[in-house]
């Protein structure tokens, strides 16, 4: 038992590590790539807690990541000057108010249900942030300015593209630590029952409903973070980002790298946009469409991912 | 605020037509639903491409009937086709994995329809012009026309599930799959036929509504949104219930566009969803189960 873990904390070190100099060695482009696939990894893994660990499949991941921009927008627009920490506080009470508004209605239902329901939900969203101009921008969505990295008291910078990185690889690995201890604590192992069967976890005494409210709202917590972090990086909020295509990416994502293992879905992240900037070069603005037959067939034979697939491989 | 009588009834007629083309939709939904729990994700890009195919075929000919033909013949081997390549495959594994497969497929055939027929959006020319006098209004003929046809297809594929051999094999395998199948009912090739019926369907109420709005490569996840909400009010898999919840809907959402723009009006329907999940999760228009 203790010799996989070595190596896991190992493996975990030496990625972290590369991750920490990349932008150092990395052009503009790609440093800036990597950021991004570190995001979108979050969004993922946040959606992994309910696809991979509770066995629900949410299609409206992009309403919380989509009130997690807002939220920060509000606050950087709001209060001047712009302060990072208000923001990410004003974008996760966004995410988590909505998460909670959500998680109450959609847990009621099951598979399919649940899946619609989250759908329309953030469809709801969408048509209100779309419509409601005054406020939130309509169709051209809000810009800001980019707040200072910085600690109350202690030193003040400008965000640089090398300490964005830093700054949002230190939150997605904190947050991967936290989602990890989640699921391998007792809360995350009834999360796991209800997966493998619901009315028996019922039985035994566990309030099912209970436990799936608190994971959406963990979950919505996170994909708002990833919002939030997304927002920060691109100094915009727009209403494309609670439309469901993100939703249906996050999803992408986790089929993609493989459910359930958490570091998956940032593996799917980055082979996706990976695949898709590649083959833009190809098929320019078509090129969902083999990412698109790709995903189709990794659906049907490739149903662990990538992560799933190369493990089984080695276990061989 | 008092709303003139007239309007409601305007609004009434576009309802009704508007829920006609949803129904043919959503009954093709739910018959694949019903009979081999696939959630077609991609039923709303079926829909976009029948108009599609309808918009060059009539260009190419000039006949707006053989245009709505040959688009439903078309994308109904289109559909077989899918239905063999994609969702055989998956017969057996958790639903929600059709939901993925399908959600594959419609990002492939939106941008494909987007490099066939580019991001301009294309009106078909309608084949009946009159108008008739309703109020202070000239409305044409060509939307009760719309109404009616899509009332009579349905009617057709109600008889045919009702009297036809083949529609009475589909109904004995939504009942039960297995004991159809020991029955000696050949249930792998009624899934492609159903598949490929319900994508026709599709195809001709995309080719029917290709008169009254733009068709554009975006219209797809339009249809499908409402389309699931309609065959979840009216109860999955249930082809009576999702007619009347087409209608309902519809009606809902024309009522709600006299108060509120268009755009939000959608919003009513989505809030009918959710309190229909929440208050009777099997449907509105379906006897309470025992």
């Known amino acids: 038992m203790r010799r996989p873990a070595t190596s896991y904390w190992i493996g975990f070190c030496v990625i972290l590590a590369l991750l920490v100099v990349a932008p150092l060695v990395l052009p503009e482009f790609w440093r800036r790539f ?44 709001a209060v001047k000057p712009a302060n990072l920490w208000l923001a990410l506080l004003s974008g996760l009470t966004a995410a988590a108010v909505v998460a909670s508004f959500v998680a109450y209605f959609a847990t009621r239902l099951r598979d399919i249900y649940f899946a619609i329901t989250t759908l329309v939900f953030s469809q709801i969203f969408y048509v209100i942030i779309f419509t409601w101009t005054e406020v939130t921008g309509g169709e051209n969505g809000l810009n800001f300015a980019r707040p200072a990295l910085s600690i109350p008291g202690l ?113 799917g992240a980055a082979f996706f946009l990976l695949l898709r900037e590649g083959l833009s070069r190809y098929f320019t603005e078509y090129s969902l469409i083999p990412v698109g037959i790709i995903f189709t067939a990794m659906v049907i034979f490739m149903p662990q991912g990538l992560l799933g697939f190369a493990k089984r491989r080695l276990n061989q | 605020m008092g709303i003139p009588f007239d309007q409601i009834l305007i609004q009434t007629i576009n309802g009704l037509v508007n829920g006609m083309i949803l129904a043919l939709v ?28 309808g918009a060059t075929t009539l260009a190419v000919t000039g006949n707006f009937w053989l245009a709505l033909i040959v688009a439903t013949l078309a994308i109904a081997a289109f559909g077989a086709v899918l239905q063999v390549s994609t969702l ?50 000239q409305y044409p003929w060509y939307r009760i026309a719309t109404a009616l046809l899509s009332a009579a297809i349905i009617g057709a594929l109600y008889l045919f599930l009702k009297y ?85 809907i519809s009606l809902l959402e024309a009522y709600a566009s006299l108060i509120v723009s268009p755009s939000q009006a959608v919003i009513v329907s989505f809030v009918a969803l959710i309190l229909t999940l929440l208050f009777r999760p099997t449907g509105l228009f379906v006897p309470t189960p025992k």
């Open chain 1, 34 to 77: 990597v950021t991004e696939i570190l995001i979108w990894g979050l969004l993922g893994m946040s959606l992994d807690i309910l696809i991979g660990y509770t066995g629900m499949v949410s299609f409206g991941h992009s309403v919380f990541f989509g009130l997690g921009m807002y939220g920060a927008a509000a606050a950087l627009l």
């Open chain 1, 155 to 267: 030193f003040s910078v400008p965000f640089t593209s090398e300490t964005l990185h830093w700054f949002v690889l230190a939150v997605v690995t904190v947050s991967f630590l936290i989602l990890r201890r989640v699921t391998q604590s007792p809360f995350g192992m009834v999360l796991q029952a209800i997966r493998e069967n619901e009315p028996r976890a019922r039985a035994i005494g566990y309030s099912v409903e209970r436990y799936k409210i608190v994971a959406v709202m963990l979950s919505g917590l996170f994909a708002g973070l990833a919002g939030i972090l997304y927002a920060i990086q691109n100094k915009f909020a727009a209403p494309d980002f609670v439309f469901f295509l993100i939703s249906g990416e996050a999803v992408i994502f986790n089929v993609m790298g493989g459910m359930g293992t958490l570091v998956g879905p940032i593996v």
């Open chain 2, 26 to 53: 959503a009954s093709g939904l739910t018959l694949i639903f019903g009979i081999m729990d696939v959630v077609n994700f991609a039923h709303g890009e079926l829909v976009m491409l029948g108009a599609f195919t």
């Open chain 2, 88 to 137: 055989r495959p998956l017969l057996g594994r958790d639903p929600l994995t059709t939901i993925l497969a399908t959600f594959g497929i419609s990002l492939v055939l939106q941008k494909y329809a987007l490099w066939q027929w580019g991001p301009s959006a294309r009106k078909l020319q309608e084949p009946i012009t009159g108008q008739f006098t309703l109020f202070y209004l």
């Open chain 2, 164 to 248: 036809g051999k083949f529609g009475i094999w589909i109904r004995a395998a939504m009942q039960d799959r297995v004991m159809a199948q020991a029955m000696g009912i050949p249930v792998p090739s009624l899934h492609i036929a159903v598949f490929a019926i319900g994508a026709g369907m599709a195809a001709a109420s995309g080719v029917l509504f290709g008169p009254l709005a733009g068709v554009t490569q975006n219209i797809g996840a339009d249809f499908t949104l409402r389309a699931f909400i309609v065959v979840v009010v009216g109860g999955m898999g249930n082809l009576g219930g999702s007619i009347l919840a087409s209608i309902f």
